[in-house]
């Protein structure tokens, strides 16, 4: 069962949520046809809010030696930009199929955007995210935690981004960690970044829901994708 929400702006973004785990392969050969529905002229924009089974996925940087649990989970080859990243329950990923091409043309503008999405986001929550040069994704300070050995202070990752675009649209997207089971990423070196840790909103202390962060993705995309969109939604449910 699935919940669509229809966000009224202009272009018009069909919101999708699954209420289960969806296997990587079929999220992916539907977002490979939406894009192409929408590069021809024939879909509307769309956001699917999902979670996915345990599982890795390697996106076109990713090295080989990065991957430290080669036979625990499924690995999947992404074909979006970045390195390896985990999915699994208690992780909200929202794939992202957006013209780009009617948004300016402007892919760093664009992936500023998804930052930008992920940390307002989290600001709803009274949580703040960080971007950080040469680190991919979205980052929260961990004062409480000893600093590294170099004194750099000590910094986890509560937010992972990836992108590809075909024809000028996008696909794949952000993936924010609500309450996954932290343990999972030691089978990786997220986005191939050492010396770091991985978070998620409940293990910071917020007692935050799926149900709730679902609520201030579609607030904060609205604030960041396009602030004239008006606030009505219709909701259907579809198998």
Same mark, same amino acid.
């Given at each position: ?38 590069? @021809? $002229?024939?879909?509307?924009?769309? /956001?699917?809010?999902?979670?996915? %089974? #345990? =599982? ?76 950080? @040069? $040469?680190?991919?994704?979205?980052? /929260?300070?961990?004062?409480?935690? %000893? #600093? =590294? ?91």
């Amino acid at each position: 069962m699935r919940t669509h929400f229809l966000s009224r702006s202009l272009p018009m973004v069909v919101w999708t949520r699954s209420d289960r785990p969806v296997p990587y392969p079929d999220a992916l050969a539907e977002m490979e046809a939406q894009v192409a529905r929408i590069a @021809a $002229g024939d879909g509307e924009e769309a /956001v699917w809010l999902l979670e996915h %089974p #345990p =599982l890795f996925t390697a996106g076109t940087s990713a090295k080989p030696e990065d991957l430290l649990w080669p036979d625990r989970f499924p690995v999947y080859e992404a074909r979006r930009g970045g390195e390896y990243t985990y999915h699994g329950p208690g992780q909200r990923v929202a794939y992202a199929m957006l013209d780009v091409g009617q948004r300016g043309r402007d892919v760093r503008a664009f992936v500023w955007q998804l930052e930008e999405w992920v940390i307002r986001t989290l600001a709803a929550f009274n949580l703040r995210g960080e971007r950080r @040069a $040469g680190r991919v994704g979205v980052w /929260v300070a961990r004062p409480d935690k %000893p #600093p =590294l050995p170099d004194g750099t202070p000590r910094e986890d990752k509560i937010a992972a981004i990836g992108l590809r675009l075909r024809r000028w649209v996008s696909f794949h997207g952000i993936s924010i960690n609500v309450e996954p089971d932290l343990s999972h990423f030691d089978g990786i070196v997220p986005c191939g970044i050492r010396g770091h840790g991985v978070t998620s909103l409940v293990d910071l202390g917020l007692p935050v829901t799926m149900e709730d962060v679902d609520l201030a993705l579609k607030e904060s995309f609205a604030e960041v994708f396009d602030a004239t969109t008006p606030k009505r939604e219709t909701a259907l449910s579809v198998r």
